[in-house]
């Protein structure tokens, strides 16, 4: 039935409904007017799948991509502010544009170079210029809004006057200098680590001080429950002058005394990480009183929920794998009656059309299979064939395994290289780390520094989340390497990576006396042979590089260190043919997501393992821009 939302009034029956797929934009006859003229305009072909797809009226994956080629003139989220909308800024938006521009200049650059031995269709990217807003264009923008810039450090006024504090500078300069005379409360921090009742005492004094200079006190928490924890702790330790709000008191945060009391004192659902204190008023979090905030787990669902969650996410047709029986296809659940009792089944389907039904308790039996089925034969019911691929795969097993245990025996039986820091140059160079090491971080970085020093051959695994610094620890390893003469050679698995590691080495080893290169498919060729000729002569101490650095063409002059990152895109083969040519060097391996071989060769010994479990506090998971809509 067609139906009137508001009035809920059915209006006239219909036949059919049809849902079509959610898509970023619809294909109409203006708009691929548009796109074909604007693609010869940039591109001059008309013989790709894309711009064919496209002039037939056909959706082609990822043809959002080129989006700008659709409409006249696209528009930002930002366009739909109006001239009164007030816009602020933190400190270092600056530098997360840059950063991010850069980064996409990085994907088109790839993008546009051609990969070796690819036969496909050409891939024809946009220029950046036509996606995102340029540095310029950012520009013009805030020329025509109010934007105020919110900053902790001293910024000067256009008359040259310069004021200290949290200020909120108007860009551009023509607005001024706004002073809040803002100021971080350090005296609770200061505490944690000691006795946390101290944190109470030094909140009862803050309430005591601020109801005699009439000031009120704002606690900020970051949900409901935490408010009324926060509550009972503060009737245990005696403190009862704090009322329970559900917004924000008017009047406290604008010199503008109505609604609040002078001296009140309030707790509200504010997420706020850290206090701070004006003039005229004094904002506590619920984070600087009791501690970093943990998060709860989940609690986990009861099994048999599993067993049908996962039977939901199977489709009719598609192919899985009995521990026992081998491939077959899924045809859906059946019950079953045995013995005047019902049974939900999966029926599963083999070669020969035999069927098996297996009891939805015991569906860890079988797993999706993991490839294209297209091209997969299915196994016939009570066949020894799937046994004896099964007994053949087991056997390769057994071989790589003592391949690998071979490997790790002659390192162990190898004096390794003594590769001690030199305090000095090392506490300069981990000063240039701007931000405060995790616990965990810190005892990653002690235990491979160790390693590296007990005179055995390193092996070990550095597993954290992205953004939690194995990457740091890497650094510091290498420059320990390379200060004591010895060269290091980091594999990664993609060229954007390789530029990525090689800007980051290249900007915390300037000033030192070491040389940082890479090598990868945007290097030209002759630059690649001119590197490795270095690498081999020992003019170069660092060398990043992807699949590249295996060949047989890269010789080392005297290799201490090599690092191996993200080392589940490399094959078993790929990662100890350099251990095997250097059973003395120290590895050390970083990834988010260790594969199963690696996670156990860990767990069981032969390799040693560190956890970055802990998140960095008050760093920037990454940057953000508003691109085309």
């Known amino acids: 039935y067609q139906r009137r939302v508001r009035a809920q009034t059915t209006l006239s029956p219909l036949d059919k409904v049809v849902l079509k797929p959610v898509s970023e934009l619809t294909l109409t006859s203006e708009g691929i007017s548009h796109f074909r003229a604007r693609y010869r305009e940039l591109f001059g072909v008309t013989h790709d799948p894309l711009y064919e797809s496209v002039s037939a009226g ?109 200020n909120i500078s108007p860009v551009p300069v023509r607005y001024g200098v706004q002073d809040c005379h803002g100021k971080p409360l350090t005296d609770f921090g200061a505490v944690q680590s000691t006795a946390r009742s101290k944190a109470f005492e030094i909140l009862s004094q803050r309430l005591d001080d601020a109801s005699h200079n009439k000031k009120p006190v704002v606690l900020a928490c970051f949900t409901a429950g935490a408010r009324d924890r926060l509550m009972t702790i503060l009737r245990e330790h005696e403190i009862e002058k704090v009322q329970t709000v559900d917004a924000w008191p008017s009047g406290i945060s604008d010199n503008v005394s109505s609604n609040a009391p002078p001296g009140a004192n309030f707790a509200l659902i504010y997420p706020l990480e850290r206090s701070f204190e004006l003039p005229d008023l004094v904002v506590i979090s619920e984070q600087d009183l009791l501690g970093d905030r943990v998060a709860r787990s989940r609690s986990k669902r009861r099994k048999a929920d599993s067993f049908f969650l996962e039977a939901a996410q199977l489709t009719l047709g598609d192919l899985v794998v009995h521990r026992d029986h081998g491939i077959a296809r899924y045809e859906g659940l059946m019950t079953i009656s045995v013995s005047a009792a019902s049974h939900d089944c999966l029926c599963l389907i083999y070669d020969g059309g035999d069927k098996l039904f297996l009891p939805v308790e015991n569906i860890e039996m079988i797993t999706r299979y993991g490839s294209d089925g297209a091209a997969a034969q299915l196994d016939r019911l009570g066949s020894s064939a799937w046994q004896l691929r099964k007994a053949k ?27 001690e820091r030199h305090p000095a140059s090392y506490e300069e160079f981990c000063s240039r780390f701007p931000y405060l090491e995790t616990e965990d971080q810190q005892r990653a970085i002690e235990e491979v520094l160790n390693d590296m020093a007990s005179g055995k051959p390193m092996d070990r695994l550095i597993c954290g989340d992205v953004g939690f610094g194995k990457t740091e620890v890497a650094l510091r390893a290498a420059f320990v390497a390379v200060s004591q003469g010895k060269q290091v050679a980091i594999i990664v698995p993609t060229t954007l990576l390789c530029r990525q590691h090689y800007r980051t080495f290249r900007n915390r080893f300037q000033g030192f006396p070491y040389r940082v290169e890479q090598i990868s498919r945007l290097v030209k060729s002759a630059d690649a042979t001119k590197i490795r000729q270095d690498v081999a002569g020992g003019k170069v101490q660092i060398i990043i590089a992807t699949h590249a650095l295996l060949s047989d063409k890269t010789k080392f002059t005297d290799l201490g260190l090599l690092i191996i990152d993200e080392e589940h895109h490399f094959g078993v083969k790929q990662k100890e043919k350099l251990k095997k040519m250097c059973t003395d060097v120290h590895v050390l391996t970083l990834t988010a997501t260790p594969i199963p071989r690696t996670l156990q060769l860990a767990l069981s010994g032969v390799r040693e393992m560190s956890l970055i479990t802990t998140p960095p506090i008050d760093r920037f998971g990454g940057s953000h821009i508003c691109h085309a809509l």
């Open 393 to 419: 795969v087991k056997k390769r097993i057994r071989e790589v395994a003592d391949y690998l245990i071979k490997i790790a025996a002659e390192r162990a039986l190898h004096e390794g290289k003594i590769l």
């Open 58 to 166: 056909r959706k082609y994956g990822g043809m959002e991509h080129w989006l700008p080629l659709f409409f006249p003139k696209c528009e930002t989220l930002l366009d739909y502010m109006t001239a009164e909308t007030q816009v602020y800024s933190e400190e270092g938006v600056e530098g997360a544009v840059s950063a991010r521009l850069q980064t996409i200049a990085d994907y088109y650059q790839a993008r546009t170079m051609p990969v070796p031995g690819d036969q496909g269709a050409a891939y024809r990217p946009l220029a950046p210029e036509l996606l995102y807003w340029t540095v310029d264009e950012w520009a013009d923008f805030l020329q025509t809004k109010n934007w105020s810039k919110v900053t902790p450090f001293q910024t000067s006024s256009p008359h040259g006057e310069e004021r200290s504090g949290t």
